[in-house]
């Protein structure tokens, strides 16, 4: 029923304006984070998709935001943000947390 | 070598911080030594086999199984946590009133071991299976190869391991008279912030909403990935920048702990137990 219902709502998202959430996605390949900066809307929910192009598992992880999910190698992690008040939200891929390829800010205009 | 000796400190602290508070609040059971032991290997072979099958858990229900399942790891060790405080609100008190040898003769309950078995067992297989993966990742990516990676990981988990083994030889200084009254504050603690961590879960599983993200930040007055903030993030939950709901998962858990320990007191001591709990 859930589910029936989260179609429906999709399907009408897709031909109206009203989006159920915007997506963004950010990519890891070679531990390093692509874009390093992903601007998001205040006060709305959004799905970050991270797409891990590496054979490796990638941990996505922030103490701001408050989020941590562990993607599997060449595989995608969906991570639900917001809403949020604007300001700027770092990020980094634990397992290579000391690279600066591996860090990234959320910037909430 | 750096960062897997840092990675797999984080980790283990977490889980040795716990194991440590559980072997203290569990003074006086007989084999408790065992249950203990018990509880590591089946939480690292359950943390070898979510780490194999990370993959598959966060692609149920639709994408955010990964989420459900460490939510559903803490919320049962809450439960266990919280259920071992509240009896050990009355069995707590008698021990303290006797010598810590006659405790262990009245304090045998079959129940009381799997809580501590149960407790070690999650608490390992939630922080090993990130540990095992990370480990994986590194020994199969890194050029310094495996060699660096084990030796890194092995320095981490003796640090992880040290700090739980001073927490517990302090903890055993405390005199009998307290002794209980403040390692069941550690257990309330520790409870809280696993029901907060699983709330975090739930939030970025977008089934609870977040009450203000953060609610406050307090990471300017001390730092959660400093030494400090590590540690007491692992002892008693603290975050820097916690989400409102986090606190209201906290707070609803220390209220209804004690709320129990309360009641199962007022229907006054259990003398002679007859079923042995
Ligand atoms: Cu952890």
Redesign the pocket.
């Known amino acids: 029923m859930k589910r029936l219902l989260s179609i429906a709502l999709l399907s009408f998202a897709a031909t109206t304006a009203f989006a159920a959430a915007d997506e963004f996605t950010l990519t890891i390949k070679d531990h390093a984070f692509e874009p390093k900066e992903i601007t998001i809307p205040a006060g709305k929910k959004i799905k970050l998709l991270v797409v891990n192009k590496d054979a490796t598992p990638a941990e996505f992880e922030s103490k701001p935001l408050g989020r941590?999910k562990v993607i599997a190698g060449n595989s995608t992690g969906t991570v639900n943000i917001g809403p949020l008040k604007p300001g700027r939200y770092p990020f980094v891929e634990e397992y290579h947390e000391n690279d600066a390829a591996a860090q990234g800010t959320i910037v909430v205009k | 070598m750096f960062a897997a000796a840092l990675i797999v400190f984080?980790?283990s602290l977490?889980?040795s911080l716990i194991i440590s508070i559980m072997a203290a609040a569990t003074l006086g059971i007989a084999s408790r030594g065992r249950w203990i032991a018990a509880g590591i290997l089946a939480g690292l072979a359950g943390a070898a086999l979510v780490a194999s099958s990370m993959g598959l858990i966060s692609d149920m229900a639709s994408g955010v199984g990964q989420e459900l399942f460490n939510a559903g790891i803490l919320i049962l060790a809450v439960g266990m946590l919280a259920w071992h405080n509240i009896w050990m609100s009355i069995h707590g008190r008698e021990m303290a009133a006797q010598a810590k040898s006659t405790a262990r003769a009245i304090h045998d309950g079959s129940r009381e071991r799997s809580v501590i078995f149960m407790v070690v067992a999650l608490a390992v297989l939630?922080?090993g299976s990130?540990t095992v993966l990370f480990l994986y990742g590194l020994a199969t990516s890194s050029e310094d190869g495996l060699r660096n990676t084990v030796g890194g990981g092995l320095s981490g988990l003796a640090a992880g391991l040290l700090v739980g083994g001073l927490l517990y030889a302090g903890l055993l200084r405390i005199p009998l008279r307290w002794f209980f009254s403040i390692t069941g504050v550690f257990v309330l603690l520790l409870a809280a912030s696993m029901a907060s961590?699983a709330a975090r879960f739930l939030i970025q599983a977008d089934l609870l909403p977040s009450l203000g993200a953060p609610l406050w930040d307090s990471s300017g007055l001390l730092s959660q990935t400093s030494a400090a903030g590590t540690l007491l993030h692992g002892l008693i939950g603290y975050e820097a920048q916690p989400a409102g709901m986090q606190i209201v998962f906290y707070v609803a858990v220390v209220l209804a702990i004690t709320a129990g320990m309360r009641w199962v007191n007022s229907r006054g001591p259990v003398r002679n137990s007859a079923q042995p709990a």
Do not use: D, H, L, P
């Open positions: 941590e | 984080r980790e977490e889980a939630r922080e990130e961590q």
